[in-house]
Every structure is written in C-alpha cells, then in structure tokens.
C-alpha cells in the first residue's frame, strides 16, 4: 500500500460536477492498493496517520497530530500511485489491487479513522473523480506499507 499524505487548508472531490466530499483544514490521502494487501496494512496506515505529527504548534513546529489540531481527513482511492515505469512509456499497472479487492479496504481505513475519533470523508471509488486542494505548507509525505509494517 502506498499513500501520499498531503496536510491541507481544504480538499474536495467532485464526481460529474458534482462535489461528492470536501473537508477544512486537516489531510489528504491519496491512497493506492496494492496487490495482496489487507486489513494489517489499512490498520498500519490509520495508526500512522492519527499519530502523525505534521501540525503546527504555537512555535510553528510540526508539533500536533491531526486530533490535537481539530483536522479532518480526505481519503481518495488511486491506483496510479502503484504504476510501474521501469519499462516503456506506459505505466503498467498489474501491481494494483483488483477493484473488488480494493474498495473494500479503502472503505476500511475511513471507518478505522472514524473509530479513532477522526472525522473523514472519501472519494467515489472507481469514478473518475476531481479532486482540489490546497497544499498548506506545502507539506507532503509518502507512506509504503507492507505485510503490515511501514517500510
């Protein structure tokens, strides 16, 4: 599993027009699901993701996790973060998770987030979605889980 972890003043998705999700300050994930990866690897990333430290203090050090700082969580499926470009000039894509298999654990790190007391919201899986933000910061991170554990 990969995830791109983007801290924000707002995200949205829209879908046709249409905003199917949109949060204030907090973070945004895009997230791609990688063959063979489970429930371990989605309770990787929410561990991290609650803990994650990358908010400002009153010093304005990345001091605050997300829950400290009152932020929200945008959750935004996409597969092309698994796209392989070693070889020629399209990616290849075979290391992503199969849609059937995907879903639902993208549906399972929003509701881990929830229990976790994190307000979050997602895109619409496998809708070609656009999606707004405004990097704050500009702060940016990338997250790779496997079996598990962050690598």
Same mark, same amino acid.
């Given at each position: 599993?990969?995830?791109?972890?983007?801290?924000v003043?707002?995200?949205?998705v829209?879908?046709?027009?249409?905003?199917?999700?949109?949060?204030?300050p907090?973070?945004c994930?895009?997230?791609?699901?990688a063959?063979?990866?489970?429930?371990?690897?989605?309770?990787?990333?929410?561990e991290?993701?609650?803990? @994650? $430290?990358?908010?400002?203090?009153? !010093?304005?050090?990345m001091?605050?996790?997300?829950?400290?700082?009152? /932020?929200? %969580?945008?959750?935004v499926?996409?597969?092309?973060l698994?796209?392989?470009?070693?070889?020629?000039?399209?990616?290849s894509?075979?290391?992503?998770?199969?849609?059937?298999l995907?879903a639902?654990?993208i549906?399972?790190?929003?509701?881990g @987030? $929830?229990?976790?007391?994190?307000r !979050?919201?997602q895109?619409?899986?496998?809708?070609?979605?656009e999606? /707004?933000l %405004?990097?704050?910061?500009?702060v940016?991170?990338v997250?790779?889980?496997?079996?598990?554990s962050?690598?």
């Amino acid at each position: 599993m990969r995830v791109v972890v983007q801290r924000v003043s707002n995200a949205s998705v829209s879908v046709d027009g249409e905003v199917v999700a949109a949060i204030g300050p907090g973070l945004c994930l895009l997230v791609g699901v990688a063959v063979g990866d489970g429930s371990e690897d989605v309770s990787a990333v929410v561990e991290k993701i609650v803990g @994650l $430290r990358v908010f400002p203090d009153e !010093a304005q050090k990345m001091n605050l996790s997300l829950a400290e700082a009152g /932020g929200e %969580v945008l959750v935004v499926s996409q597969f092309t973060l698994l796209g392989d470009l070693r070889r020629g000039r399209r990616p290849s894509f075979t290391g992503a998770a199969p849609p059937e298999l995907a879903a639902p654990l993208i549906d399972e790190m929003v509701d881990g @987030l $929830r229990k976790r007391g994190v307000r !979050a919201s997602q895109g619409r899986f496998g809708a070609h979605m656009e999606v /707004g933000l %405004v990097n704050d910061g500009p702060v940016t991170l990338v997250i790779e889980v496997r079996r598990g554990s962050i690598v």
